[in-house]
């Protein structure tokens, strides 16, 4: 067979081929033509400069208003407690040991006999109640004499408690009055709601120091603007009134995230303790003891 005529064979059976598939397209469902297409794109490798929105990378529409409201959770707020063991609570008094600079560890303890110990993730030493009511312990790390405005401003940042969506906003700090050992403040403030809205809340703080350390202890006990004028203030004053240091004792412990009994629990890494990192061929403390370089039969 000459070239020509293998050449016309061959056009001959790819006009066939090109016309069935044509007849066969236009005499399928719509359905059943789509997917394929579909498909195809979906097969295409794809890199990041073909990516130009969220849904081209997720291949879904995220809400328009994505806010603080869409978030899931919150960071877990900080309020400077170091606990050598866990809180308790008996017969309406909560008690707690934590652990100061200068190696003190001092006993505190607060009667909420109508609030109930909190326990989780989220907390420290705080007692709550399904009103709304709360009281919580605050420590303030060489916090010295600060005034009602200062300790306000600590109690109110943006990684405490009230902090979480947001500084509080229309602050206003009043009665602050010492008597003997403790200072109480009164503390109206609006907090800001994880969809961008503001709730109004009213505290007492009670402050105080334990002998021996720097730090200033804060007993926050709050209401809602609403519950304060229905009884919340009584509450709160009662619960701060009994604020205290029961007493103190010195520790090896320092006042730091590693100290607490929790530190793992909260994704903390504790490392081998190295008794003498300096008896070894280096003075790097990971290549001595905890190496076994310095060790009689060492490798």
Not at 69 to 96: C, F, M, Q
Request: aromatic content about 6%; proline content about 5%; some cysteine.
């Amino acid at each position: 067979m000459s070239c020509r005529g293998a050449w016309m064979i061959i056009l001959i059976q790819t006009a066939a081929a090109l016309d069935l598939r044509r007849r066969c397209l236009l005499s399928a469902p719509l359905g059943c033509v789509l997917p394929n297409a579909a498909n195809a794109a979906e097969q295409m490798m794809r890199t990041s400069s073909d990516i130009g929105s969220y849904a081209d990378a997720t291949g879904s529409q995220r809400a328009a208003n994505l806010g603080a409201g869409s978030i899931s959770g919150k960071s877990r707020p900080y309020t400077g407690v170091v606990l050598a063991e866990a809180p308790n609570s008996a017969a309406g008094v909560v008690a707690a040991d934590v652990v100061l600079t200068n190696g003190v560890l001092a006993k505190v303890a607060f009667a909420a006999p109508e609030l109930k110990l909190a326990k989780g993730f989220y907390y420290d030493v705080e007692a709550r109640a399904k009103t709304g009511d709360s009281a919580y312990l605050h420590v303030i790390a060489k916090g010295g004499n600060l005034d009602g405005k200062a300790l306000a401003s600590k109690i109110l940042a943006t990684d405490g408690r009230y902090g979480a969506f947001g500084p509080p906003t229309d602050v206003i700090v009043s009665n602050d009055v010492t008597k003997g050992d403790v200072r109480t403040v009164d503390l109206a403030f609006s907090a800001i709601t994880p969809g961008g809205a503001t709730t109004p809340r009213r505290a007492v703080l009670a402050a105080t120091q334990a002998e021996g350390s720097p730090d200033v202890l804060v007993l926050v006990a709050s209401a809602s603007e609403a519950r304060w004028n229905q009884g919340g203030a009584d509450a709160a004053r009662r619960v701060a009134s009994t604020f205290r240091v029961d007493g103190t004792r010195p520790t090896k412990l320092r006042a730091e995230p590693a100290s607490d009994y929790r530190f793992e629990e909260q994704g903390g890494v504790r490392l081998p303790k190295i008794e003498n990192p300096l008896d070894g061929f280096s003075t790097e403390p990971a290549f001595g003891s905890s190496g076994g370089l310095g060790r009689p039969g060492g490798l």
